[in-house]
């Protein structure tokens, strides 16, 4: 991204009554939809339509605003309308994707479509407006405008939050008085909308006017990352360079390893273009730039890295929708990473010169990208549901262990008519299957969630759990703030079973259920206090299992027993579980 804008961009021209008609009719579509979805109208329950219609609403007057100029208004409305009927397209599909409406989450689909349509909306956007204004397309126009346009937006919504800010302030005074008409009115939708939109449209109006203050901001970005990008690039080399002394193992037990590979990534890459720009000046001393593309260049280890971290979860558990995108993520960045190095090798302490060919080229990738990950062609709902399936019928996953939870509120319309087909295959043959895909899409609740005691076995046969002991656990996962979060109740993954051991030694037998996912384990060791009542405690592991093990395995099939200590504690295996903090108890 730009920090110094390309001398050829000529001053814009906005038309003001034409902007803020814009702004109003924007205001007044966005005002429409929002009362019917409110009072559950017509098209609200109709995402198939409903979707693009707020599709249009939002990008075809945004982009409008953004680059509609007084010398080229025909260009300009003739390519953001076809963009826009694009994106409606690719909504109408997220919104046949969320039908039938109510029959599951759409949170989830709804963010990762906003945020990669908007993705595109800001990559087409600086397209556009070079062609709509019939000059040149290049690396140094594209890189001041993507600046430009993130300035301009971000400082209007601002002025727009402190013009709301006033109208409280403005209501509040009143009401001091005893008048609380402005009160009431200024928490009216029919007044908000519309005069909030016209607001954020004369803010656009405005700082597209003040070029050079916007430019200037630009530049004061361009100072702070100057500062930064040394930094970011001295802890990738540390990093790399503590990696043959620590290992990966402990890293990627952290559980987010892979995730914060990335972001050091696309730290580095983000510096690494508001700092040199177009290549076309030298932001530091030679020693220094020597240094920092040297440090560059490693940039391909660290998206290796992370993509082997993405790799090792994929293939022990397949495909989600999370790791869909964290791959497109780690292929962009790692396309980026091998082109700079190759830039690096090529043109020595002249790399920057080429940042142009490749960013454009990118620019281009990722405007591709975001659209098709909207689009049939690429729905990651659909390669999840088919990657998990696939561990199914592979004899990988047992049919009841499925994450049927995960199906129907993260994978929308694919996932919802699997489960349906599931029901109906299992209502008669195995009704307590079908009854717990049913309620699957109930979210679980806060950290572990309430047990699936369908799922649980028992270790021994013989071992009859008595039902207070259940009531006992249940009121230990309500109850437990720091219940391990690590393994939640419903995950498919998990493997569940009941242990019989006396381990607080008071000669009769206490139940354990030990939960096992992955390469952690821990279990409620529930017990009899001596006064009619059953006492929970957490058990957690003396020591970490090794990266590699399957601890369900283990617990299938690994030898019980206990280890003297002065409380007993469980021995799974290999593994020693000790005891926790007592959280909770049930009447017998």
């Not at 050091?264 to 932001?283: C, D, I, R």
């Amino acid at each position: 991204m730009p920090a110094t804008p390309e001398r050829s961009i000529r001053q814009p021209n906005p038309p003001s009554l034409l902007m803020l008609g814009m702004a109003l009719a924007q205001g007044l579509a966005l005002l429409w939809l929002w009362r019917t979805l409110i009072d559950g109208g017509w098209p609200s329950q109709t995402p198939a339509l409903n979707f693009p219609l707020w599709a249009i609403a939002i990008v075809w007057p945004g982009m409008l605003l953004l680059c509609m100029d007084a010398g080229n208004l025909a260009r300009t409305l003739a390519t953001t309308s076809a963009f826009a009927a694009v994106v409606a397209l690719l909504a109408a599909y997220v919104g046949w994707q969320a039908s039938p409406f109510g029959a599951f989450s759409l949170f989830s689909m709804l963010g990762y479509a906003l945020a990669s349509l908007l993705l595109a909306c800001f990559m087409a956007l600086i397209y556009i407006q070079p062609w709509a204004a019939r000059q040149p397309i290049s690396y140094g126009m594209l890189f001041a405008l993507s600046w430009r346009n993130f300035l301009v937006v971000s400082l209007a919504a601002l002025a727009t939050a402190i013009f709301y800010a006033v109208l409280l302030l403005w209501g509040l005074l009143f009401v001091a008085i005893g008048i609380a008409f402005f009160e009431k009115l200024f928490a009216e939708d029919w007044f908000l909308f519309p005069v909030l939109a016209l607001a954020f449209g004369l803010g656009i109006h405005v700082f597209r006017r003040l070029v050079h203050l916007i430019d200037g901001m630009a530049g004061l970005l361009q100072g702070l990352l100057r500062l930064l990008l040394p930094f970011a690039v001295g802890v990738q080399a540390v990093f790399l360079a503590a990696l043959p002394f620590t290992g990966l193992a402990p890293f990627w037990e952290t559980g987010a390893g892979t995730l914060s590979l990335l972001c050091l990534n696309g730290l580095v890459l983000f510096g690494a273009n508001a700092v040199y720009q177009t290549g076309s000046e030298a932001p530091y001393p030679n020693i220094v730039h020597r240094v920092l593309y040297a440090g560059t260049a490693l940039l391909p280890a660290i998206t290796a890295l992370a993509a082997y971290g993405l790799y090792m979860r994929i293939d022990q558990y397949g495909w989600s929708v999370a790791r869909c995108w964290g791959t497109t993520v780690c292929t962009f960045f790692g396309l980026l990473s091998i082109g700079y190095a190759w830039c690096i090798v090529r043109r020595r302490d002249a790399w920057p010169s080429g940042l142009g060919r490749v960013n454009t080229a990118m620019g281009l990738l990722v405007l591709a990208v975001t659209l098709l990950v909207n689009s049939p062609l690429l729905d990651f709902r659909s390669i999840s549901l088919a990657s998990q399936w696939a561990r199914v019928e592979s004899g990988e996953l047992a049919l009841r262990n499925f994450d049927f939870h995960y199906a129907t509120e993260y994978l929308a319309r694919p996932g919802w008519l699997k489960m349906q087909a599931l029901i109906d295959e299992n209502e008669t043959e195995d009704p307590a299957l079908a009854e717990t895909i049913r309620t699957a899409k109930v979210p679980p609740p806060a950290f572990a969630g309430q047990v699936d005691w369908v799922r649980v076995r028992h270790r021994h046969a013989s071992l009859d759990v008595p039902p207070g002991v259940r009531e006992a656990v249940n009121r230990l996962v309500d109850d437990a703030w720091d219940w391990p979060g690590y393994l939640p109740m419903h995950s498919a993954d998990t493997e569940a079973a009941w242990v019989g051991a006396d381990l607080n030694a008071d000669g009769e037998q206490d139940f354990i259920l030990i939960l096992a996912r992955g390469n952690h384990v821990a279990g409620i060791h529930v017990y009899d206090d001596g006064n009619g009542a059953w006492r929970s405690a957490v058990l957690v592991p003396r020591h970490p299992l090794p990266p590699q093990t399957d601890a369900a395995s283990m617990l299938r099939n690994g030898e019980i027993g206990t280890v003297e200590r002065t409380v007993r504690d469980l021995k799974v295996g290999g593994l020693v579980l000790g005891k926790g903090s007592k959280l909770g108890s049930a009447e017998r």
